[in-house]
């Protein structure tokens, strides 16, 4: 008996479709041809992979919710692509194993640690901008993945990457670059994909590794914690390896990307960007912010999580069904494929009010511009949720904080901003902005 399944594209309804209609989704990338679905077929919609595997989009907050965290114990994620690069990292491993590894990290990130993180976040934030001069061109998205970098290495790796920014820049480029083409031959064939994978992989390792086995004395890191546990065995020197690189390459590229649309909005929204400055003087004056300020820096939060609705840097969330079970009342067999677009829900007119508009006041408890609970998720939901999103929204707050006191980078003309939907969200082409002072 054929399964029940969600509405998609056939051979028949491509047949129908103006030949322009196809060609403009076509000629303008992914999230054109996605968001084209949705609108013909509704908030599920079937397909199949290259091998003819079931592959279902969603974008309804009851769905990704029923996914995520009430049926979560059915679907495992799908990182095969990363796995070359984390191995068996906390992003990409499951099962109880994922679960150990998650309560041996999980301390790194508690309320006192991240006090204390907070003085390393605004150091960093501080000493850019002072080297930043006025009127220059800068690339915003290469200023916030270094500054962020520095933060994520300090911080959990007592680490300082001034020496090695350009190899990590690098290697991150490789993942993105290369993740999404697995390869079916194995990794001792030399492919012009492996070798590229291989350069990452080493400039990366030449970094790790020595971090571990140079470290004698516990300190106040992650790397300390993992290596010296205060109960339980240490972690063998490969896995202590997997999840350093996790939180090393993606504990800082999300911030950044945030950062980076959070500034290249307010560029473009004065009237916002004014509100955010106003702030800023009410609640810091001139001097730095603290951890201590968070709580008061309401619509600086909000800004960056505006930014995250609109330009959510985790776009995407690919899952596996690893039994049978279903979603949306439509049976999924295991192995089904299913993927969470968190890019075309944040911008969901039923959920957000004026939703391609900058609008960071809908945020607040009482303005009712989320009309969905389970609406906004910009670091996932349910057990799998990222477990530094309390870092990753300080550092962002915080940041932001120290650059808006001193500066407003304005977006240099005739630029062309797009979207490039790789592992992450990020900018196609520099966004080169201008830096005009706050009091000059």
């Given at each position: 008996m054929k399964r029940k399944r969600p509405p998609g594209p056939t051979w028949f309804t491509e047949a129908r479709r103006p030949w322009d209609a196809i060609v403009s989704d076509h000629t303008r990338g992914l999230l054109p041809i996605v968001r084209s679905r949705f609108e013909r077929f509704g908030d599920l919609v079937y397909a199949t992979d290259i091998t003819g595997k079931p592959l279902i989009s969603m974008r309804h907050p009851d769905h990704v919710h029923e996914v995520l965290v009430t049926r979560a114990a059915d679907f495992t994620k799908r990182s095969k692509d990363l796995e070359v690069f984390l191995g068996r990292g906390l992003l990409t491993s499951d099962g109880e194993f994922w679960r150990s590894q998650r309560r041996k990290i999980q301390p790194a990130f508690r309320h006192e640690k991240l006090a204390k993180y907070a003085e390393i976040m605004v150091d960093r934030a501080r000493r850019m901008v002072d080297g930043w001069v006025e009127g220059e061109l800068y690339d915003l998205n290469r200023e916030m993945m270094e500054v962020t970098l520095s933060v994520v290495a300090k911080a959990l790796l007592d680490y300082d990457?001034?020496?090695?920014?350009?190899?990590?820049?690098?290697?991150?480029?490789?993942?993105?670059?290369?993740?999404?083409?697995?390869?079916?031959?194995?990794?001792?064939?030399?492919?012009?994909?492996?070798?590229?994978?291989?350069?990452?992989?080493d400039a990366i390792d030449g970094i790790v590794f020595p971090l571990i086995d140079e470290r004698e004395v516990p300190g106040e890191d992650l790397l300390s914690q993992l290596k010296f546990p205060e109960e339980g065995e240490s972690m063998e020197r490969q896995q202590l390896r997997d999840e350093l690189v996790t939180m090393f390459l993606a504990g800082h590229e999300t911030t950044a990307l945030a950062l980076t649309w959070t500034f290249f909005l307010?560029?473009?929204?004065?009237?916002?960007?004014?509100?955010?400055?106003?702030?800023?003087?009410?609640?810091?004056?001139?001097?730095?912010?603290?951890?201590?300020?968070?709580?008061?820096?309401?619509f600086t939060k909000n800004a960056v999580?505006?930014?995250?609705?609109?330009?959510?840097?985790?776009?995407?969330?690919?899952?596996?069904?690893?039994r049978e079970t279903?979603?949306?009342?439509?049976?999924?067999a295991a192995g089904d494929n299913l993927l969470i677009w968190i890019y075309f829900m944040h911008r969901d007119e039923r959920w957000f009010p004026d939703h391609a508009e900058f609008l960071p006041d809908r945020f607040l408890p009482e303005s009712g511009g989320v009309k969905h609970p389970h609406a906004f998720i910009p670091f996932g939901a349910g057990p799998r949720a990222c477990i530094g999103r309390h870092f990753g929204m300080a550092e962002a707050t915080l940041m932001l904080a120290v650059i808006a006191q001193r500066f407003k980078p304005r977006l240099a003309p005739g630029q062309e901003v797009r979207l490039h939907a790789r592992v992450t969200l990020a900018p196609q082409f520099p966004i080169e902005m201008e830096l005009e002072p706050r009091h000059p």
């Open positions: 990457t001034t020496d090695d920014n350009d190899h990590v820049a690098r290697a991150m480029t490789i993942i993105q670059e290369t993740a999404g083409y697995p390869s079916i031959l194995p990794r001792w064939v030399s492919t012009p994909l492996h070798k590229k994978q291989q350069e990452g992989l307010l560029s473009n929204h004065r009237d916002q960007e004014a509100k955010l400055h106003a702030e800023l003087d009410e609640v810091l004056g001139d001097r730095a912010p603290s951890f201590a300020d968070l709580e008061s820096l309401v999580q505006e930014a995250m609705r609109l330009f959510p840097p985790l776009y995407l969330l690919p899952r596996v069904a690893v279903e979603v949306g009342g439509y049976p999924l």
